[in-house]
């Protein structure tokens, strides 16, 4: 039997689901392209326009070699910081006009190229050659490259898990000639095992810093000078890194004796590091000062020794004396602390290193109460106990990290929270499921799921496009804070600027500081640096976006370079993004004659303080000791008198202490908070606070700029605020900041002679 055909004819809605179905399809589609277009122009961008290195030289004559590669000192160093790279160059021909290029990652994962001038290279011969660079990560390569108007002569990459990088909350101490018993000290410290203080005697020269920036990484330097053998091989420009390094900040343990005339004396590589004047090397037979000093036993062989003890005899001018031998005035003193320009230095008059100090065995607590005057204290063990900490939440656990998230913020730019995507999800997640499903049978019209999904898609995507233009902006903009200080012995100035770089779309860009604000020094002598430099800033620690984190993924491929005039070219900013940046500078100071202060056995101030800045300075304080003393607001140039009067206590004005109920309650610190006056207060007298105990954050990453320890040093700071900074950030040659609203606090360090003492 045969049935009859039946042709089944499509329905008109049939049809129109076909079509709507290929129509969503194409806006799927069409929105994977968009993004693909995006990020192709965002590519677009990256491309490689710092100075190309990696071209050889033709007929192979670039068969140099690169050996011997260090980092740091001692391979001691830390991420985020300046780090000094030493390496031998040997090249098959001579180089007269070469240079020396290195690439690293920055905390992004993407390449930076840093640049020096070579010395002249003879052809076959080995020579020595030191490069400056950061490093922002922990696992990856350094490569370097050696080249000249030939092309490139020698390459070799540098594997950082050959030599790990110290932990950026960790401190490092260095030593230079004989041991004094530091090495003991410090292993003896209290603590947890990740806030040991990593540990170098420098045995060879060659990979000291040839910059003071070399020694970014170091905490505190130790130098003991009785073996001249050592000490006599360290070149002028070792010695004028390690001058210039403390000056501008930091830390160094000195000890004299037997040689002191040849490191002391006029023109000798350490008469800069004396607290007054020296006098010659005499001898002692008696050490009951340092031995009280140190808390320990008698040093049984020093009465017993031939011709005494040599000490290096100096005749304190500035400083607080911590130990002295003999009465009277016969009083010899014999450990001084002092600030040595805008550093900390402690001076031993006697040859640690040597007979009968290097057989004591109670040298290691002498060692260690000096080394206790230089270094932060443990603080990480209490934070260690808590199951929660800052880290744990906001990612830092240092004010550095604090600070960067009061930079972070930009006028017009919004951060999409968590709650508008999570909503925005779940809203998106109910309209294309269960609303959809329902709104369908309702109209009981199954083919119309087919435009509503396309329409969910379309305004969704709009929602987040609009969000995007709305919160996120469309300039280019720049935050920034500023530190001035300045040394009125040493007429030096060291300028820091910290800034923050938003951009709205994906860009790569010059940038540069302007000074053109700074006065031009009446002199720069050759012993104090001079110039600016400028480069990305590091979060230290692990937290999220940290310097120890490993999971860093690079948006830009070609790498960007910071130049040895103190700029950056190409540098590379992602979409909707911000870079951390930081900026050096360093000058000296105008007449400051008319500055001279006094105080009295109870510490209170008086004398004449010259502003010596360019900006008018308000909310101006003198600090000394534990006091601070208001005199409100001093134009630039001008010249106040400081009379003796009542301070207030300077640990209640950093903690905004007030009494409430007949109680003295400190204001609260808000880890979150993003005061930037605030955060720049705690970090400028961060243990005149107790730091730790107020914030429970560390400072360990930009700690050279805490002023604490020169308050009890016989040293006075003029501290106060302005709205004038005197550099501006550019980006292309166009200033992104505005000198004029910008918060800058400027600070004074002031020796102060005591009356009646």
């Known amino acids: 039997m045969n049935l009859p055909s039946v042709i089944i004819q499509p329905k008109p809605h049939q049809y129109l689901s076909k079509l709507l179905c290929l129509a969503n399809l194409a806006i799927v589609l069409s929105l994977s392209a968009l993004v693909n277009l995006t990020t192709a122009i965002a590519r677009a961008d990256d491309s490689p326009s710092v100075i190309d290195t990696r071209q050889s030289l033709a007929n192979g004559a670039g068969q140099g070699s690169i050996q011997d590669v260090q980092l740091g000192i001692g391979g001691l160093y830390k991420l985020g910081r300046w780090v000094p790279v030493s390496l031998t160059i040997t090249s098959p021909m001579n180089i007269e006009n070469g240079w020396l290029a290195a690439e690293a990652s920055d905390p992004e994962g993407i390449g930076c190229v840093y640049q020096t001038q070579l010395p002249k290279i003879i052809a076959g011969v080995p020579t ?32 950082l898990n050959e030599n790990p990088a110290v932990p950026t909350g960790q401190q490092i101490v260095i030593a230079m000639g004989g041991e004094i018993g530091a090495e003991q000290a410090l292993a003896r410290r209290l603590g947890p095992p990740s806030d040991r203080v990593a540990y170098y005697r420098a045995t060879t020269l060659g990979n000291l810093p040839l910059n003071f920036l070399g020694y970014d990484s170091v905490d505190a330097i130790v130098v003991g000078t009785g073996n001249l053998a050592w000490l006599d091989s360290v070149s002028p420009d070792q010695w004028m890194a390690l001058r210039n390094w403390v000056q501008q900040g930091g830390k160094m343990i000195a000890t004299f004796g037997a040689n002191s005339d040849a490191m002391l004396s006029p023109d000798k590589p350490l008469a800069w590091f004396t607290p007054g004047e020296f006098l010659g090397t005499t001898t002692l037979r008696q050490t009951t000062g340092i031995e009280q000093f140190a808390g320990a036993r008698r040093i049984e062989t020093a009465t017993g020794l031939a011709g005494g003890i040599a000490v290096a005899e100096i005749r304190p001018a500035r400083g607080v004396v911590e130990a002295t031998e003999g009465y009277g005035d016969n009083r010899l003193a014999t450990i001084v602390r002092f600030a040595s320009g805008m550093g900390q230095g402690i001076f031993v008059g006697y040859d640690l290193d040597q ?76 309209l294309i499921g269960p609303l959809d499903y329902w709104l369908i049978r309702r109209l009981d019209r199954p083919s119309l799921t087919w435009f509503t999904f396309a329409s969910y898609v379309v305004g969704f995507t709009a929602i987040a496009v609009y969000l995007v233009s709305t919160w ?19 007429s030096e100035v060291r300028g820091t600027t910290w800034a923050h770089i938003y951009s709205p779309q994906s860009t790569r860009v010059s940038i540069d500081l302007d000074l053109s604000d ?62 951390a940046l930081i900026g050096q500078w360093w000058t000296t100071l105008s007449d400051t004659s008319r500055t001279e202060l006094f105080a009295s056995r109870d510490s209170v101030v008086s004398g004449q303080i010259t502003n010596p800045f360019a900006a008018d300075l308000s909310d101006v304080y003198v600090l000394f000791d534990r006091w601070a003393y208001k005199l409100g607001n001093i134009p630039a140039a001008a010249t106040v008198t400081v009379t003796e009067r009542g301070g207030i206590d300077l640990q209640s ?13 400190a204001e609260p610190w808000h880890i979150d908070g993003v005061e930037l006056d605030r955060i720049l207060q705690l970090m400028s007298f961060y243990d005149a606070a107790k730091g730790y105990d107020y914030t429970q954050l560390d400072h360990r990453f930009e700690q050279q700029i805490d002023w604490s320890d020169h308050l009890t040093a016989n040293y006075a700071v003029l501290w106060g605020r302005s709205s004038h900074a005197p550099v501006a950030w550019r980006v292309n040659g166009q200033a992104v900041t505005d000198r004029d609203d910008t918060l800058t606090y400027y600070r004074l360090l002031i020796p102060v002679k005591r009356r009646g003492v």
């Open 128 to 159: 020595r050659a030191q490069i400056l660079c950061k490093l922002g990560a922990r696992q990856g390569k350094v490569q370097l490259r050696v080249a000249d108007e030939r092309g490139e002569v020698a390459r070799t990459d540098y594997a």
């Open 355 to 430: 007979e009968p100090f290097a057989q004591w065995k109670d040298r290691e607590k002498l060692a260690g109460q000096l080394l206790e005057r230089v270094l932060s204290p443990v603080n990480k063990g209490q934070r260690e106990q808590s199951d929660i900490g800052p880290v744990a939440h906001l990612g830092f656990d240092d004010l550095a990290g604090q600070l960067r998230r009061a930079l972070d913020r930009f006028p017009g730019v919004k951060n999409i929270s968590f709650g508008w995507v999570a909503g925005l999800t779940v809203l998106y997640l109910l």
């Open 472 to 490: 996120k902006g469309n300039t280019l903009q720049a935050s920034q804070v500023a530190l001035v200080d300045a040394s009125l012995e040493t």
């Open 518 to 579: 700074i006065p031009t020094p009446r002199t720069t002598p050759p012993t104090q640096p001079h110039g600016q430099a400028v480069s990305w800033q590091g979060l230290p620690g692990a937290g999220f976006g940290g310097l120890e984190r490993s999971d860093k993924s690079a948006s830009f491929h070609d790498p960007y370079q910071i130049t040895p005039a103190g700029s950056i070219a190409q540098f590379p900013i992602a979409t909707h993004s911000s870079r």
């Open 653 to 665: 004005l950093l903690g905004k202490r007030e009494f409430v109920n007949g109680v003295n309650v």
